[in-house]
């Protein structure tokens, strides 16, 4: 990843101005999620990773989107207050964003194109078919929980399917792998 995606301009959940320069240094998973999907109860594994987690380094990374079936139509304060009440979630979430389309936020646009393919990809994005959602391009965010795992310098190391859980094996051992280099 080039150093412009650090740059980028974000918005906390809060409203205040951030960007992924705030954790430089960190093993970050960017996940886009959603309050009203049926991969909403991920929440609850992410903020166990996060917690299990983030004394050795890891940032999980919210951004509400509502790109997929109208899965999170509410508000900023909205959002926040379901995470807090119904997962207890504690890691960071960001202003909602478009992760896709012709409104594609630059962050996505350049994990995409950084990251085309997921590991697990496949049996969700059948499932998906038969609901008529069958994206165009590949690369494309497949659904909401979509995650991509940056190294601590940046870079986009790994990609992982909407159904792939943050207790998968494939997802932990990537992630335990990036946690234990230092640069």
Not at 53 to 60: R, S, T, Y
Not at 101 to 111: E, I, K, N, R, V
Request: hydrophobic share 35%.
């Amino acid at each position: 990843m080039t150093s412009s995606l650090y740059e980028l301009p974000l918005k906390q959940i809060d409203g205040t101005s951030s960007s992924l320069a705030n954790y430089r240094g960190k093993v970050l998973l960017v996940v886009n999620v959603a309050s009203k999907c049926g991969l909403t109860p991920q929440y609850k594994q992410l903020e166990s990773l996060y917690q299990d987690k983030h004394a050795k380094g890891l940032e999980v990374l919210g951004f509400p989107a509502n790109n997929f079936k109208g899965q999170e139509p509410g508000s900023d304060g909205e959002i926040a207050e379901f995470c807090s009440l119904q997962y207890d979630v504690h890691f960071p979430l960001f202003s909602k964003i478009s992760v896709l389309g012709a409104d594609q936020h630059p962050l996505y646009a350049q994990l995409t194109a950084a990251q085309p393919k997921a590991i697990g990809d496949g049996p969700f994005r059948e499932r998906l078919k038969g609901y008529g959602v069958n994206p165009e391009n590949e690369a494309d965010v497949l659904w909401n929980f979509e995650k991509f795992l940056l190294s601590r310098t940046g870079e986009v190391v790994a990609r992982f399917a909407p159904d792939v859980g943050a207790d998968d094996p494939r997802l932990l051992s990537a992630l335990d792998a990036e946690l234990a280099k230092t640069h």
